[in-house]
């Protein structure tokens, strides 16, 4: 663990998600005036004082609630306190103490971990109202008034904290981590291949579409490296997104595939390729991240002699774009081939980031042109004097040519395929930037 540990926690609708922005200083959590909108547990690093640290945002706790979303709710803000180096409970003024507040304070006090008592909406500026005392009947010590909306306090909600933390114990260090996105329709399974991958029910699970609604990072450590899993809320067609906490959620699903290393598109074995999926899987690779793509309940599906690789087939076809991308056939479910699919997510983010030098790629260049020659028109040829690597993350590769108009889109498709069959590429996309030579050498 190499930064503290701090869980915001409290009953539904007391500003968690404002507070938890606020301090992270990112619009990350949803916030609407709707009790249950942050469900899953939100993890982001934050600085104060010069000191980094992870907070976490949670679902609010309803002890007495009977729903069943509720009571997983309840569990994962039992998850979060669990590691937790230090808690945040955060309360409402206006409302005053409620039963709610008073049960868990209780579960608070039993966890035995250290508790900061935040007294939210606290916006007037001033003294504290009366109804600020009453808050010392929690029997958690000296509460901090704050407002999440403006600001005021939270430098001393977070000095509070830090009383409680030892910085020494924690080891600052810079970790190669690979950052994953799992995007793909609502109800595909990618909580589920995330609780399969992490061990644990770290992301609520249900059948009904729409269940997660944040982006989420967890951090998991295997034999293939570290890796910081982005489960995103199911992204579906527009005319179908209505609330407007979906329609935050779709907007964030579409930044955590700009904040990924490796996009993993996920489909049902059952359904195949969607124009939804086509679409998902088009923004990942315009933006060019690494890709591979999951065929998730395998476990359930109808199989024959063949049926794998004729779905490949099918997938390919309706995916043209992206034929670079491995296709794993897995089952978040029983867990079938997710080993496999880490060992592809890794190979996919180093080849996305790989770099070849000018000698060897004009070595291949030679090769090629020497293969399939370059085309011409009217008489004239096609000349490509060097190309040169200009990027990676994706790899760009810079052609100098005589003429633009000539590098025709099949020599470019044929140079790109000739390109993988030598140095790989596998997952990854390449671009190419043609840019004109004259004879005497200027660009």
């Not at 190669?176 to 291949?193: E, F, H, Q, T, Y």
């Amino acid at each position: 663990m190499s930064k503290p540990i701090i869980a915001i926690v409290g009953r539904p609708n007391v500003g968690k998600s404002s507070l938890f922005n606020k301090i992270t200083g990112k619009r990350l959590s949803i916030v609407e005036d709707t009790p249950g909108v942050t469900r899953d547990r939100i993890y982001a690093d934050a600085e104060w004082s010069g000191k980094s640290f992870t907070i976490i945002d949670t679902g609010g706790i309803e002890p007495e609630g009977k729903d069943v979303l509720l009571s997983q709710m309840r569990e994962q803000a039992s998850i979060a306190i669990d590691t937790a180096d230090v808690i945040i409970l955060i309360t409402d003024v206006k409302t005053g103490v409620t039963s709610a507040d008073r049960d868990i304070a209780t579960l608070l006090r039993r966890a035995s971990k250290p508790v900061v008592l935040c007294v939210n909406k606290v916006d007037a500026v001033g003294a504290v109202p009366s109804e600020f005392y009453e808050f010392y009947n929690l029997g958690l010590g000296e509460p901090v008034a704050v407002s999440s909306i403006h600001g005021t306090g939270t430098g001393d909600l977070l000095d509070a904290a830090f009383e409680h933390i030892d910085f020494s114990e924690f080891e600052n260090e810079d970790e190669d981590i690979i950052r994953v996105a799992l995007i793909g329709k609502p109800n595909v399974g990618k909580s589920s291949l995330t609780n399969c991958l992490l061990g644990e029910n770290r992301m609520i699970v249900s059948d009904i579409p729409g269940t997660t609604r944040d982006a989420v990072d967890v951090q998991i450590e295997n034999e293939h490296g570290r890796f910081c899993l982005i489960d995103t809320a199911g992204i579906r067609k527009k005319k179908k997104v209505d609330e407007t906490i979906e329609r935050y959620s779709v907007l964030r699903s579409f930044a955590a595939v700009d904040r990924a290393d490796v996009c993993v598109i996920m489909l049902d074995a059952n359904e195949g390729v969607t124009v939804q999926d086509t679409k998902i899987a088009g923004f990942a690779n315009d933006k060019g991240k690494a890709l591979v793509i999951a065929v998730n309940k395998w476990d359930i599906a109808q199989k024959e002699t063949g049926t794998m690789e004729r779905l490949k087939k099918d997938i390919y076809r309706d995916l043209s774009f992206m034929d670079f991308a491995p296709i794993v056939f897995i089952s978040a479910k029983t867990g079938q081939r997710t080993d496999r699919l880490m060992a592809l997510i890794y190979q996919a983010a180093q080849q996305n980031k790989r770099r070849v030098t000018t000698g060897m790629l004009n070595d291949f260049l030679s090769d090629a042109t020497a293969r399939v020659q370059p085309p011409s028109d009217k008489g004239k040829r096609l000349k490509i004097y060097y190309m040169t690597q200009a990027s990676v993350c994706p790899p760009t590769f810079i052609f100098f040519v005589n003429r633009s108009d000539l590098f025709h889109f099949s020599y470019k498709r044929y140079l790109e395929n000739r390109l993988r069959e030598v140095f790989g590429f596998e997952g990854s996309p390449v671009r190419f930037i043609v840019r004109e030579r004259g004879e005497d050498g200027k660009v």
